[in-house]
C-alpha cells in the first residue's frame, strides 16, 4: 500500500480536506453513538447535574474512543486498503502519513485522558483500558481469531458504565449491570455486521462469526446472545440492582425492544442471506439506544 506523500501540517490538502480526514479517522459518527451511551449512563447515575463534568465527559469520551479507532486504523490500513467498506479511509488511501495519524491519535487520546480524570481518576483509568484492550489487544487478534469480537466486546461496553462512574466515582452493581447490557448486545449486533459484511471481511482475511462461516450455528449463537441481552436488560426490574431500578411498565417496553430484536435474530436462522443480517444489524443499532432512553426516563419519570 502506497505512503501518503502529505505530512502533518504539511502536503498539499485544504484544511477542509484535513478536517474531514481527521473526521473519518476518528470514526465521528461511531464515536457520537458512543458517547450517547456515557450520557446515558450519566444521567442515570447523577442526583445534581453537573455541566462542566457532562461537557468533560462528552468531550473526554469522543477523545479517548476518537483516538482508539485512530489507532485501530494506522495499525490495519493496509487490510483497510483491501475492503470496499473501508478502502477510502484517509490512511487506507494514502491521503494521510502514519505520522500524521499517529499525532492526531495520541493528541486525541492525551486530551481525552485528561478531560476524563479531571472528573475523577477512574473515569480515566477505564477510559485508558479502553483504549489499550482496543488498540492493543482486539485489533491484533481481529484478523486471527473470532474470538476477538470477544475481546472487543470489553472496551466496547464501557461506555455506558463509564458515565455512571464519571457521576459517583463509584463501581458498583449498577455500572456493572450497565457493563453487562452494553457487552452482550455486542454480540448479536457485531455478528450481524460479519455476516453481511462478509466478503468484504475476507478479502482482508477477517472472518469474525463464531464458526468463521454464515452457518446454522453462527445463527444459532447469535439468538442465544440476543437472549442474554434481553434478559440482563431486565434485571433492573427485580430490584437487585441497587439504585438501577426498572417498573413494570418500563420493563415491559424493554422486553418488547427485546422481542424485536430477537424477532430479527430469528428471521436470520430461517433465512440466513445478507439482507436478513442488514434488517437485524439495524435493528440493533436501535436497540441499545432505546433500551438506554427507557432507563433515562424510568430514573426521571417514576
Not at 161 to 173: C, E, H, K, R, S
Amino acid at each position: 500500500m502506497k505512503e501518503s506523500s502529505t505530512t502533518y501540517l504539511g502536503g498539499s490538502r485544504t484544511l477542509q480536506a484535513r478536517l474531514s480526514d481527521y473526521t473519518q479517522l476518528l470514526k465521528f459518527r461511531l464515536t457520537s453513538s458512543v458517547v450517547f451511551s456515557a450520557s446515558a449512563g450519566y444521567l442515570l447515575a447523577t442526583d445534581s447535574f453537573n455541566w462542566s463534568v457532562f461537557v468533560a465527559l462528552v468531550l473526554g469520551g469522543f477523545l479517548t474512543v476518537g483516538a482508539s479507532n485512530a489507532f485501530n486504523q494506522i495499525w490495519e490500513r493496509n487490510r483497510d486498503a483491501l475492503m470496499n467498506r473501508t478502502k477510502n479511509r484517509p490512511l487506507a488511501a494514502g491521503r494521510m502519513s502514519v505520522t500524521e495519524g499517529l499525532i492526531v491519535s495520541t493528541l486525541a487520546l492525551i486530551a481525552g485522558a485528561v478531560l476524563l480524570f479531571r472528573i475523577n481518576p477512574m473515569s480515566a483509568y477505564f477510559g485508558l483500558l479502553s483504549v489499550g484492550l482496543y488498540t492493543l489487544v482486539y485489533t491484533p487478534m481481529k484478523a486471527r481469531t473470532p474470538w476477538a469480537v470477544f475481546v472487543g466486546a470489553f472496551p466496547g461496553a464501557i461506555p455506558f458504565m463509564l458515565g455512571w462512574v464519571a457521576a459517583t466515582n463509584d463501581f458498583d452493581i449498577e455500572p456493572g449491570l450497565l457493563f453487562a447490557v452494553q457487552f452482550f448486545w455486542q454480540f448479536p449486533h457485531f455478528w450481524a455486521i460479519g455476516w453481511v459484511a462478509y466478503e468484504d471481511y475476507a478479502k482482508a482475511g477477517y472472518y469474525l462469526l463464531p464458526t468463521r462461516k454464515r452457518d446454522q450455528t453462527s445463527a444459532n449463537l447469535i439468538i442465544t446472545y440476543t437472549i442474554w441481552t434481553i434478559f440482563v436488560s431486565l434485571l433492573p426490574v427485580f430490584s437487585f440492582t441497587g439504585a438501577l431500578t426498572l417498573s413494570i411498565p418500563s420493563a415491559i417496553v424493554v422486553f418488547l425492544l427485546g422481542l424485536w430484536l430477537l424477532s430479527k435474530a430469528i428471521k436470520l436462522k430461517r433465512n440466513p442471506g445478507r439482507e436478513a443480517a442488514r434488517s437485524l444489524m439495524l435493528t440493533s443499532v436501535g436497540y441499545l439506544p432505546l433500551v438506554q432512553i427507557v432507563y433515562v426516563l424510568e430514573r426521571y419519570l417514576f
